[in-house]
């Protein structure tokens, strides 16, 4: 009888840990002491979210097919050039099951092109972002002057929509957090971008109607598989949607990640005084804050605004975009309801051509004045 009632508890603990309804599973969460002890022995952690100018999402850069480790090679030279120590970079599932040693491959092949240029890397595991049909093979052109067109979600919507397929995401974070948990070339782990985005602006209608509920079970998900595979970097999620300014205002997914996360991190892509209303509440945490998202020049995030209010305070700052390339991200978000026909006179995103060359010089100066980095 007791052998029954032990199987029962067994069983029940172990639905409730795949449920993501099981506290037990967080019990690893860094202490306050050791996520400030690991940021005091980091820099000012300052770089931007990465992609090489020839890929158009996160299937195309790390594909065998399109791996193009010497534009990144170059590319990331730029980005040391301007003091940057840190790229954010987004991984796929898909990638994992087709050819996981593959895979693992070309990203060593990365971490060590990064390392080369002293620059540290911020996976992204899964992402709620774009396109809901990801597909693996040769990734479709971009369309002309549209931001993202080609970007796409991990999972899809097929895998994301049935709670039941969750779990086929587990050996891909689980194994490939495990075979970098000891890298001392990764700074830490991003496990889901925005998984509170229905896409408004471009493929809401495809979306899952109940989207959130879905991505907060699997966040919930991801996480216990992040601490099973036991990192010895610190994970995360960013919040960006919502009022997180004091406990009663957050939503279901905000508490989750604001109470999970061994570091805090999040996203802001408007002027200095939301970026302030955005980050001092954070500071409620005692953890290291970082913003993994800023700067969008129209909309009042740029360097000059932003970046010195985030040294003061030791605040990470990563830029979205490096280069301008297949992504297309020098257009605005409004592309996607606008039409544009010509490169717009003031970039959205992105610091550099493809040769190079910076679209403000004074921005690139000023970084480089704020990273101590000298010709």
């Known amino acids: 009888m007791r052998f029954r009632i032990r199987l029962a508890i067994t069983i029940l603990l172990i639905s409730a840990v795949v449920s993501g309804s099981c506290p037990a599973k967080l019990a690893q969460r860094w202490s306050e002491e050791k996520a400030n002890e690991w940021y005091a022995r980091k820099p000012w952690l300052i770089g931007c979210d990465f992609i090489p100018s020839t890929a158009i999402n996160q299937l195309e850069m790390f594909h065998a097919d399109t791996f193009d480790i010497k534009t990144i090679d170059r590319e990331l030279g730029w980005a040391e050039q301007l003091g940057f120590n840190s790229i954010r970079v987004y991984l796929h599932n898909l990638l994992w099951e087709q050819d996981s040693k593959g895979f693992i491959e070309r990203v060593d092949k990365f971490l060590k ?3 080369r240029h002293n620059i540290g890397v911020v996976f992204v595991l899964l992402d709620a972002c774009w396109d809901p049909f990801p597909k693996l093979g040769k990734q479709r052109d971009p ?7 080609g970007w796409v979600q991990a999972p899809g919507a097929e ?3 049935d709670p039941a397929r ?3 995401l587990r050996p891909y974070i689980v194994g490939f957090v495990k075979r970098f948990r000891s890298d001392k070339r990764i ?3 991003d496990i889901f971008n925005e998984p509170d985005n229905v896409n408004h602006s471009s493929y809401f209608k495809s979306e899952p109607k109940n989207k959130p509920e879905l991505c907060l079970i699997l966040l919930k998900n991801a996480f216990a598989w992040a601490r099973e595979a036991n990192p010895k970097q610190p994970i995360t999620a960013g919040v960006w949607l ?3 300014s004091s406990d009663d205002k957050l939503s279901a997914t905000n508490r989750f990640i604001l109470e999970n996360s061994d570091i805090i991190t999040y996203h802001c892509y408007d002027a200095l005084d939301q970026m302030k209303q955005s980050a001092e509440p954070l500071r409620r945490y005692n953890r290291p804050i970082i913003c993994t998202e800023y700067m969008s020049r129209p ?3 740029t360097f000059d605004a932003i970046l010195p209010y985030m040294k003061d305070n030791k605040f990470g700052a990563y830029n979205w975009g490096l280069v301008a390339g297949k992504t297309q991200t020098i257009y605005p978000w409004a592309s996607w309801t606008q039409t544009f026909t010509e490169e717009p006179e003031v970039w959205f995103h992105d610091i550099f051509r ?3 060359t910076p679209f403000d010089p004074r921005e690139v100066e000023l970084i480089r004045k704020l990273t101590g980095k000298t010709k």
């Open 299 to 301: 909309t009042g995030s």
């Open 187 to 189: 700074h830490f782990w």
């Open 113 to 115: 092109a990064a390392d």
């Open 159 to 161: 895998i994301l929509k």
């Open 242 to 244: 919502g009022d997180w």
């Open 166 to 168: 969750h779990e086929e």
């Open 354 to 356: 493809k040769d190079g």
């Open 143 to 149: 369309k002309p002057h549209l931001h993202n067109s």
